[in-house]
């Protein structure tokens, strides 16, 4: 089977780098355009500042069958030449770039623009598939070939992957939860600026408790033939930011309406495997690893397991305040939680048949 042609759309910044590390030597899908601000000779052209110094900003070089990809400015950028498209943009820009990508070509996105639309889902591969077929109720209702699906907020996803098993065995009544996370969660441009973070928690991010919030109940909400309606779950959180690179670390207490021992919360969390009988690229041998060491999960130590798409947890304990189980989860917030997490998921509606 021929790969799929791929463009990704804000290729040279922080999150278009991401795409461009998950899509190298992908089986199923070809990157054949990157689009950026301005016009290039190739990508790794289009990395360059002014003054010579490269934006490339990962830890391994430049993959090498991306490095002479050829470049183009959005305003000369075709979708309809491309069978799918990443975007890594500006959630403003997106609102004014993916519906005109979407007319024609399935689109996937980090941005937020069209998190809350209520005829877009949420989705997490292996978390909530079956809200996959509202794609055809947002074709439907825009008049749109293609279709805009974004990747959750990278604080949700670790949290939203290890609650579902819980909702689905013993069902979910609160949630409280506060995050410490990784400065590359606020992008290079703006960003956090270095002296506010070195030797500091910075104990507020502007709407991200919110975003937390709004996103998990759609997440585990249940849908209908062309709705979605969100979960019963009451839920608070308050978010920081620390001093580490990468990972998002979450201290999570979970209150579930059916008592349950912890043998029984802890046999449910590591045997959660959706991604078991799936034949996708990017999915790691464990959606769930569960550490018995009560030092793990740490973020330096833990973030790049399954290549940074599993998510950790430790400190799996019972809760009595509110009923049920407390514990500290690490996620990756620039793979799963970004790229090579809306890489996951376009994988998956190739695999469903949806595009």
């Known amino acids: 089977m021929s790969r799929l042609k791929a463009a990704i759309v804000g290729a040279t910044g922080m999150a278009g780098q991401q795409f461009v590390q998950a899509l190298t030597g992908h089986p199923q899908f070809e990157v054949v355009q990157m689009v950026t601000s301005r016009n290039a000779i ?6 360059l500042e002014s003054n010579g110094s490269s934006r490339w900003t990962q830890n391994s070089p430049i993959p090498e069958d991306m490095r002479r990809i050829p470049v183009v400015a959005s305003k000369d950028f ?9 975007t890594a943009i500006e959630s ?4 004014e770039l993916e519906p005109w990508f979407a007319k024609t070509t399935p689109t996937f996105s980090t941005a937020s623009a ?10 997490i591969t292996g978390i909530n598939d079956d809200h996959a077929h509202l794609i055809r109720t947002q074709q439907r209702r825009r008049g749109w070939k293609g279709f805009v699906l974004p990747v959750p907020n990278c604080t949700v996803t670790g949290l939203a992957i290890t609650l579902q098993p819980l909702q689905l065995r013993f069902g979910i009544d609160k949630v409280l939860m506060v995050s410490m996370q990784s400065i ?16 500091n928690i910075i104990p507020y991010i502007p709407k991200e408790e919110g975003k937390v919030r709004n996103e998990l109940l759609k997440i585990l909400g249940n849908v209908t033939e062309n709705q979605l309606a969100p979960a019963d779950i009451n839920i608070n959180c308050i978010c920081t930011r620390a ?21 029984e919360i802890k046999e449910t969390l590591s045997g959660y495997n959706p991604y078991r009988t799936r034949p996708l690229h ?15 999960p740490q973020p330096r130590l833990d973030r790049e397991l399954g290549d940074g798409m599993t998510t950790s947890i430790g400190r799996l304990e019972e809760d009595p305040v509110l009923g049920g189980v407390k514990y500290v989860l690490v996620s990756h917030n620039t793979k799963m939680g970004a790229g090579k997490g809306a890489v996951l998921l376009a994988e998956s509606m190739l695999d469903k048949g949806l595009f």
């Open 42 to 47: 190739h990508y790794e052209k289009a990395l």
């Open 78 to 86: 075709k979708p309809e030449s491309v069978d799918v498209i990443f």
């Open 92 to 95: 403003d820009l997106a609102q």
């Open 114 to 123: 069209f998190r809350y639309e209520e005829d877009t889902p949420l989705l």
């Open 184 to 199: 590359s969660g606020a992008g290079r441009s703006p960003g956090v600026r270095c002296l506010d973070i070195l030797d």
């Open 243 to 263: 001093n580490v690179l990468d990972g998002h670390t979450e201290a999570v207490f979970v209150g579930l309406k059916q008592k349950a021992k912890l043998t």
């Open 282 to 296: 990017s999915a790691p041998a464990e959606m769930i690893h569960i550490f018995d060491d009560p030092y793990r």
